[in-house]
């Protein structure tokens, strides 16, 4: 038989050891409140290799270490086909949709544009997507604050007319995300912003103004053919002014030349010989400005369609860059997907 003292202390150790397990569990969850997330990034991340050009792009955003965390967390694809990237990204802001991310830190897909002339593309588009992957960690206060600077920014800081237009795209197909994707838009594609936005950025690439160096370079392949041809354009505007011109002056000539030679046959032809060999001279001293009104013009006809000729193989130039970046899917190759 057992003394009472034996019992009492049986009773304080199983005490005891049940303080110690609802401490043990108290504390593993604890530090899974506390290290939720990244004990989640963790498991996501296990045996991950980033692909060489992952890496690669996440050096060229001169990513910080967060950033990088979050790129690779979502694990970016590079698709170079029309059908593989429009299967992760659906098309809703038209054909140039380079890039997309998925909620919950479920993906992000980058479109591979190959052609070189557009180097830097996927840059941009990279530190694009992995800021809507940063803007969804924000807390409620930190994104209210950033909100607050962004829409400042828009309605008192923002002079790009290229970027208030891609803004009013998305507030027309993506109201409810305007923000987000203006945090991802200032801070790839403008360079002078105020010193609280630089501030925020500045903890998700340690050198910006190289991603919008990208975006310059590649956009400047555009924008430098859009002058030439706009350039092309004014200058044929006014080699066909001239012409019309010259045509006209031409067609007053030659009535004039009809007429001169008309005379010239009725005199001769009423034996009115004297009079028809004093009209002779002037008739050939007409036909001579006639004929150099001719090449004149000749050489105007020449000119224009030279630069017809220079206008469209840059045109064409702009058309092959534009389709480098079109994503759109055809009907045909809807019905494969």
Same mark, same amino acid.
């Given at each position: ?22 401490? /043990? ?22 045996? #991950? ?51 997309? #991310? ?15 002339? !557009? ?18 960690? !924000? ?6 604050? !950033?909100?607050?600077? !962004? ?48 501030? #925020? ?12 160096? #990208? ?51 009725? +005199? ?25 009104? /001719? ?11 030279? +630069? ?30």
């Amino acid at each position: 038989m057992l003394s009472p003292t034996s019992n009492n202390s049986k009773t304080h150790n199983y005490h005891v050891g049940l303080t110690l397990v609802v401490a /043990v569990w108290l504390v593993i969850v604890g530090v899974l409140v506390v290290n939720g997330q990244s004990i989640v990034d963790w498991w996501r991340l296990r045996g #991950y290799v980033p692909p060489a050009a992952v890496v690669t792009l996440a050096n060229d955003d001169t990513m910080t270490s967060y950033t990088r965390h979050l790129f690779y967390l979502n694990r970016p694809q590079l698709t170079p086909s029309v059908n593989g990237f429009r299967a992760y990204c659906p098309e809703n802001l038209g054909s140039i949709v380079l890039g997309c #991310y998925h909620p919950d830190q479920d993906g992000i897909f980058i479109y591979n544009v190959s052609d070189p002339t !557009l180097a830097g593309v996927q840059q941009v588009t990279a530190a694009h997507e992995v800021l809507h992957a940063v803007y969804a960690r !924000l807390s409620g206060s930190e994104r209210a604050n !950033l909100n607050s600077e !962004l829409q400042s920014y828009y309605e008192h800081g923002l002079t790009s007319t290229q970027v208030k237009a891609e803004v009013k795209l998305y507030q027309q197909t993506e109201p409810g995300s305007v923000m987000d994707e203006m945090s991802c838009t200032f801070g790839t594609e403008i360079a002078n912003l105020p010193a609280s936005l630089n501030a #925020y950025y500045s903890k998700y690439f340690t050198n910006r103004s190289a991603i919008v160096a #990208y975006e310059q370079r590649y956009q400047a392949a555009f924008s430098s053919r859009q002058a030439v041809v706009a350039q092309d354009d004014d200058q044929l505007a006014s080699l066909k002014s001239q012409l019309n011109s010259t045509e006209a002056q031409l067609s007053s000539s030659l009535n004039a030349l009809n007429s001169q030679q008309s005379n010239l046959t009725n +005199l001769r032809n009423s034996g009115n010989i004297s009079a028809y060999d004093g009209g002779v001279p002037a008739y050939n001293s007409s036909v001579d400005a006639y004929n150099a009104q /001719v090449q004149i013009t000749e050489s105007l006809v020449s000119q224009y369609n030279q +630069l017809v000729a220079a206008r469209n193989q840059v045109a064409g130039q702009i058309t092959t860059l534009v389709t480098a970046l079109d994503t759109r899917v055809t009907p045909r190759q809807q019905a494969t997907r």
